[in-house]
Nanobody, 125 residues
């Protein structure tokens, strides 16, 4: 069982940066593959980035040059560094955990067993 709590969201101007954190409690965080998703009002949940327990990363094309996912297993935390933000990045950002093997399915919501409640990111124009 893994409990996830996101933080770091807020209001930022276009071109600004934010770093989101996802703190995990429970068993064996270092064994889980982690992901970030986002959901804007009226839109489907969208994959942002994933990171394997061993550190491999994968990002969606829409954020690849601007967002960086990382993790600190000693702190049971995964991060999402977001740079050069635009209003289109406004959404609730959720982190998620999966005990499945690292695979191309990391971009699918059903790959993950555990989800956090999310943190709001709002980018003003």
């Amino acid at each position: 069982q893994v409990h996830l709590v996101e933080s770091g969201g807020g209001l930022v101007q276009t071109g600004g940066s934010l770093r989101l954190s996802c703190a995990a409690s429970g068993s064996a965080f270092s064994r889980y593959n982690m992901g970030w998703f986002r959901q804007a009002p009226g839109k489907e949940r969208e994959y942002v980035a994933g990171i394997a327990w061993h550190g491999n990363t994968h990002s969606s094309r829409s954020v690849k040059e601007r967002f960086t996912i990382s993790r600190d297993n000693a702190k049971n935390t995964v991060y999402l560094q977001m740079n050069n933000l635009t209003p289109e990045d406004s959404a609730v950002y959720h982190c998620a955990a999966s005990s499945s093997d690292w695979s191309p399915r990391v971009s699918r919501a059903d790959y993950y067993e555990y989800w956090g409640q999310g943190t709001q990111v709002t980018v003003s124009s």
